[in-house]
């Protein structure tokens, strides 16, 4: 069985949001996990990023920390 993708995001992103879009729009299965703005950064370099969100964890060790890397991730991996 293959884990469920978590988004790592703050809500009110406009980066976090064409994240959350482009695996809505591909239909791709995911959690969302929403950080506090201002404590963000903490957890983001934690999970390896930079301080930033959003961040995809694939749940098999990989993680993409950048909207246009999930995009690209979601167009690859949609069932269409």
């Known amino acids: 069985m293959t884990a469920t993708p978590v988004l790592y995001q703050i809500t009110f992103s406009h980066f976090n949001e ?24 903490r ?7 930079a301080g930033t ?6 749940g098999d060790g990989t993680r993409l920390f950048d909207s246009s890397d ?3 991730w979601a167009d690859g991996n949609s069932a269409d």
Request: hydrophobic share 40%; charged share 30%.
């Open 43 to 49: 957890r983001s370099k934690k999970l390896g990023g």
């Open 18 to 41: 064409k994240a959350r879009w482009a695996l809505d729009y591909r239909s791709i299965p995911h959690r969302r996990h929403a950080l506090l703005a201002g404590l963000h950064e």
């Open 70 to 72: 999930i995009i690209a």
């Open 53 to 58: 969100t959003p961040i995809l964890d694939l």
